[in-house]
């Protein structure tokens, strides 16, 4: 069966794009959550077969917003194993290295 666990925009510390009524926000916050996953990618690695990082929309009371995900397949262990990793171990700040969050 395949799943996604959010993982948001941004690291938990810092700042993010925030949903603004009025405002074209969406580009601004499709380069943070290209960003956000350029990070997760670096501090856990790439993703396993059968797990894949993407930005999916969302609806929100002000209209769309963006957030990274990771898809998994429960059906192969690493993917969902790696999904899960990255759930429970969000970096804090864009600063994050490899084996340090």
Not at 24 to 34: A, F, I, V
Not at 37 to 63: M, S, W, Y
């Amino acid at each position: 069966m395949r799943g996604w666990i959010g993982m948001g925009t941004a690291p938990t510390e810092e700042r993010c794009v925030p949903v603004r009524r009025g405002v074209d926000y969406l580009p601004e916050m499709r380069e943070e959550c290209k960003r956000f996953i350029r990070l997760l990618r670096k501090v856990f690695g790439p993703e396993p077969p059968g797990a894949k990082l993407r930005i999916t929309c969302n609806q929100h009371d002000f209209g769309e917003y963006l957030e990274v995900v990771c898809h998994y397949d429960d059906a192969i262990p690493e993917s969902l194993e790696y999904a899960l990793k990255l759930g429970g171990n969000l970096p804090r700040t864009w600063l994050a290295k490899k084996g340090g969050l």
